[in-house]
């Protein structure tokens, strides 16, 4: 009887950049993605491999297909949202869409943990788990998986037929965006060059602000990088000047 193979040491990060890759919009480079597919496999063959060269590959992955996931989720909640609802609707039986229906009408969201803005807020009941009976949740959530599921399918379709010049549009600004954002970035390196005593607290902001290319980090935003660029401006306008 063989042992079975020991779990890799970083099998859940290794899990959600799979699920990055899965996810990735439909017109995100065919050639590209086999590359961080075999990347992928790469890790999981060696458990050796360090935690930094993985985070590395995600932050990559979700730097180069940045400007079409945002595309692809703002097409999604133009086009997406309405038809998610649709069809969670649909794939409840009678009595639970009613009771859903109406909670939907008195104001509750399902979202809770996503708009929780506090510790507390998520150890407080949501409106939603008072409602409900566990298996009508159950019911709601698993309609919810096969909605959402439905709704991606009807984008991957849009984004490259009907709305694909949309998309295509959408995609071109998201490039520039992120253009401009690197920009910030190098600007915000090269203050890093004039104070040896600043140096190690700039560098550090512009690690947090670069995580927010990674595919499993809430996102870079370009007002941020341009605060954190003012600031270190203004604090350095001494040695700038």
């Known amino acids: 009887m063989t042992n079975p193979r020991p779990r890799h040491p970083y099998a859940y990060t290794l899990d959600l950049l799979k699920l990055a890759i899965d996810r990735l919009p439909p017109t995100f480079a065919a050639p590209a993605k086999k590359r961080y597919k075999e990347r992928l496999q790469y890790f999981w063959d060696n458990p050796a491999v360090s935690y930094e060269d993985i985070v590395k590959t995600i932050a990559s992955l979700g730097k180069e297909s940045w400007p079409y996931r945002r595309a692809y989720d703002e097409l999604y909640v133009r086009y997406g949202r309405p038809s998610e609802e649709s069809h ?143 600031y270190w401006k203004g604090a350095l306008q001494t040695f700038l000047h």
């Open 88 to 230: 969670l609707l649909e794939n409840l039986d009678q009595v639970v869409r009613q009771k859903f229906e109406a909670f939907i009408h008195e104001g509750g969201k399902i979202n809770h943990i996503e708009s929780a803005r506090s510790a507390e807020d998520l150890r407080v009941p949501s409106p939603f788990e008072r409602y409900f009976t566990p298996e009508e949740k159950f019911a709601i959530q698993q309609a919810l998986l096969l909605a959402r599921e439905a709704a991606r399918k009807e984008i991957d379709d849009l984004v490259t037929g009907k709305k694909a010049y949309e998309y295509d549009r959408l995609v071109e600004q998201y490039k520039g965006l992120r253009q401009r954002i690197e920009s910030k970035l190098e600007d915000l390196r090269g203050l890093a060059d004039v104070s040896e005593k600043w140096r190690p607290d700039i560098q550090e902001k512009i690690r947090l602000l670069e995580q927010g290319w990674s595919v499993v980090e809430t996102g870079i935003d370009e007002a941020a990088v341009e605060s954190e660029l003012d």
